[in-house]
């Protein structure tokens, strides 16, 4: 009879929990995947939509040999279609060598172009290459975000315009001042954008630009929600969020891969032009990678906090350890400032090198501290510093004697059993001053013995 009065308490009270514990995974499972969209919204904002870091980008594309390469064939290309090269150079000869400059012209080809490759690897030129990106960017995001009656793209396109360049090339070929005054207004420019994909490119732009922000927001607010809802078993779920931010960047990680791949394969029409291709889609998903490596990286930090909060052997021995020292909280948040600043001068994630996320990171840290100081007040609140010096002890003098290996421990027997004896009478002094329970010191007892397996006599 009493099992049976007992069995609708039991479940009234675990269906509310159970159904709390479901709700909270479900949360952190899209949680995760809205991670995974935030990584690449955060990529489009700040890498191909903002001027100042795709002219950064457009630089390191420069700077890329296969790249360059590739710029100085289209670069001659474009030189050899609009201009008569072998004219030029029958203009130039003598009347006897004239009939040559054809062949000239056709034997020059290879030769413009690496001369061309050498004139991109020059300050001048790299400073038109990164001004013709600006201004093709600038104007593209004047056309896309609306940018009035300035810009249109009416009867037109959005392209970078590489015709200052492509004189630089024609002075390097030496093809003549009157050569390079005959290029046509239209020679050397990259469509970035037809106008007919105008409306298609605003509606993704606008999209992009406010999807980075409620993503991210929506991602943590569905990760706090999870964790609160959480309670009883909170470290799990923060566990489980850590786990969901690894997926997440991975993931990303991963289509990256699997889209460069599509991507290359467009692009690349001879296997001469693949390397540039690749490093076209390395380099310009670059911050891609960054984010997807924060996310990783948070995720590992939620995994390690959840651990260090544990009931594992080491993580109790660490916090043990430090109870004396988070007690006290001008040295708790002293380390902690300590960390805060080596953080954002290292700046290792996006978020800690801008203000907003950064300050938010730091508030989160703080919290966590805070939550690790109650913690192990209330596990070891009679804890000392004499207490966590002689555990550190240990634990170094352990690791030197795993370090030093069997060999060492036989020539060394006595002096070992000698320092276990020492420290077993320390750990007695310890518990007769009530700084160890019984327990807590047959528990050190045993692990002292541990390494070598020695029997100590009383």
């Known amino acids: 009879m009493a099992d049976d009065a007992d069995a609708?308490?039991?479940?009234?009270v675990t269906s509310?929990?159970?159904?709390?514990?479901?709700?909270?995974?479900?949360?952190?499972?899209?949680a995760s995947l809205i991670a995974f969209l935030a990584i690449f919204a955060l990529w489009a904002n700040r890498q191909l939509l903002n001027t100042d870091n795709w002219t950064d980008t457009s630089s390191e594309l420069l700077e890329n040999d296969a790249i360059r390469g590739q710029i100085s064939i289209f670069l001659v290309d474009q030189l050899y279609d609009n201009v008569d090269v072998a004219g030029s150079l029958e203009e130039a000869l003598p009347p006897r060598a004239q009939p040559l400059a054809g062949p000239a012209a056709g034997a020059l080809k290879d030769v413009a172009v690496r001369g061309t490759n050498q004139l991109l690897d020059r300050p001048r030129?790299?400073?038109l290459w990164e001004q013709a990106n600006r201004r093709a960017h600038t104007r593209l995001m004047n056309v896309v975000e609306g940018g009035g009656d300035v810009v249109s793209t009416e009867g037109g396109?959005?392209?970078?315009?590489?015709?200052?360049?492509?004189?630089?090339?024609?002075?390097?070929?030496g093809v003549g001042a009157r050569a390079e005054a005959r290029i046509p207004p239209d020679a050397a420019e990259i469509t970035i954008m037809e106008s007919d994909n105008l409306k298609l490119a605003q509606d993704l732009v606008r999209l992009l630009k406010a999807s980075a922000v409620v993503l991210v927001l929506l991602m943590l607010v569905l990760f706090a929600t999870s964790i609160y809802l959480a309670s009883g078993w909170r470290r799990r779920a923060l566990r489980a969020a850590g786990f969901g931010l690894l997926l997440a960047g991975a993931a990303a990680l991963v289509a990256r891969m699997?889209?460069?791949?599509?991507?290359?394969?467009?692009?690349?029409?001879?296997?001469?032009?693949?390397?540039a291709a690749e490093a076209v889609w390395s380099i310009s998903t670059s911050l891609l990678v960054e984010a997807a490596s924060a996310a990783l990286l948070y995720g590992i930090v939620a995994i390690g906090a959840a651990w260090l909060a544990g009931p594992t052997s080491w993580a109790t021995s660490i916090r043990r350890t430090l109870a004396p020292y988070l007690r006290e909280p001008r040295i708790a948040w002293g380390a902690l400032a300590v960390i805060v600043l080596i953080l954002l001068a290292w700046g290792p994630t996006p978020a800690l090198r801008r203000p907003l996320p950064a300050l938010l990171l730091v508030g989160l840290l703080a919290l966590g501290v805070e939550a690790l100081r109650r913690q192990t007040a209330r596990?070891?609140?009679?804890a000392s510093r004499e207490e966590s010096r002689a555990r550190v002890r240990d634990r170094m003098a352990g690791m030197g004697r795993w370090v030093r290996g069997p060999a060492a421990h036989a020539?060394?027997?006595g002096a070992l059993g000698a320092a276990r004896l020492e420290q077993l009478e320390?750990?007695?002094r310890l518990r007769d001053s009530g700084v160890l329970s019984a327990s807590e010191f047959e528990r050190e007892k045993t692990a002292l013995m541990e390494p070598t397996g020695e029997r100590v006599v009383m």
């Open 258 to 275: 699997l889209a460069g791949n599509a991507v290359v394969g467009a692009l690349a029409s001879t296997e001469s032009v693949r390397p």
């Open 379 to 382: 596990e070891f609140p009679d």
């Open 426 to 428: 320390r750990l007695g």
């Open 157 to 173: 396109n959005v392209t970078l315009d590489l015709k200052e360049l492509l004189g630089q090339t024609a002075e390097r070929v």
């Open 8 to 12: 609708p308490t039991a479940e009234v």
């Open 125 to 127: 030129p790299q400073a």
């Open 411 to 413: 020539n060394g027997n």
């Open 16 to 30: 509310p929990a159970l159904r709390h514990r479901k709700l909270a995974f479900t949360l952190i499972a899209v």
